[in-house]
């Protein structure tokens, strides 16, 4: 049996049989995987607090030949939402969102190929939330790159009507994926306003631990959740159920 060790973001849990859970993980240089944590649901298991949504491990697995499911042997946690919040530099509500977070990733993840942009943005994320980053506007920023990486964020330059800038601030029309300026824009649609526009070009070159020097309002962080919530939507024609918890939760 072929052993693996790698750096990858723990998606998330299910349970199997008694005592036993499913992990679904993303490995740096091998993709996603599902693999068997035995006795991880025991009171005293190696692998109690490691596996939470959107840890930062290094997982050892075994691959087992015609089986989809690989055997999880150890997981080392190297961070994770849970972990920050237990150190005191995070509070819970820290944890709805590296939930987000970790199945916005689940869903994009592909199965069985390496997607490193992705498990880099991932980890640089956990590390963000560990240290403390404001939550609205890390959202903000992963909802933007996630879509980025996919190539599906709407693009930013001019707006694809009529060539003009969006100095007036960009609109998403009703059951579009691009945005238009104000100008071309029809009735309706989600309003981003120039700030709105102004946070996403300074993301685009930001990395998580530097967006506490980028500017985002309650306001313009409201127009953006609304346009990505609807973007994502779109894209994976469903509604998240963290993206809903975390809603209500407000
Ligand atoms: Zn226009």
């Not at 499913?22 to 596996?51: C, E, M, N, Q, Y």
């Amino acid at each position: 049996m072929p052993v693996y060790t790698s750096d990858a973001l723990i998606l998330r849990t299910y349970k199997l049989a008694e005592a036993d859970r499913i992990v679904v993980f993303l490995t740096r240089d091998r993709g996603k995987k599902r693999g068997v944590a035995k006795g991880a649901r025991r009171a005293r298991s190696r692998f109690t607090g490691t596996l939470e949504a959107l840890t930062c491990a290094s997982v050892a697995y075994y691959e087992r030949e015609h089986r989809d499911l690989v055997r999880i042997n150890y997981v080392e946690l190297h961070q994770s939402a849970l972990a920050a919040v237990a150190r005191g530099t995070r509070d819970a509500a820290a944890l709805g969102h590296a939930e987000y977070f970790a199945e916005l990733i689940d869903e994009w993840a592909p199965e069985g190929h390496a997607d490193e942009r992705l498990y880099r943005l991932g980890a640089s994320v956990i590390d963000a939330i560990a240290a403390g980053a404001e939550t609205s506007r890390l959202a903000r920023y992963f909802e933007f790159w996630l879509l980025r990486l996919q190539g599906v964020y709407p693009q930013l330059t001019a707006c694809p009507e009529c060539g003009g800038a969006f100095d007036g601030g960009a609109v998403l029309p009703p059951r579009e994926q691009h945005y238009l300026c104000r100008r071309c824009a029809p009735a309706g649609g989600t309003g981003v306003s120039i700030a709105g526009l102004r946070f996403l070009r300074s993301a685009a070159a930001a990395s998580p631990d530097t967006l506490s020097d980028v500017q985002l309002d309650e306001g313009p962080s409201r127009e953006l959740e609304i346009a990505h919530r609807r973007l994502i939507h779109a894209h994976l024609e469903k509604e998240l159920k963290s993206a809903r918890v975390l809603r209500q939760l407000r």
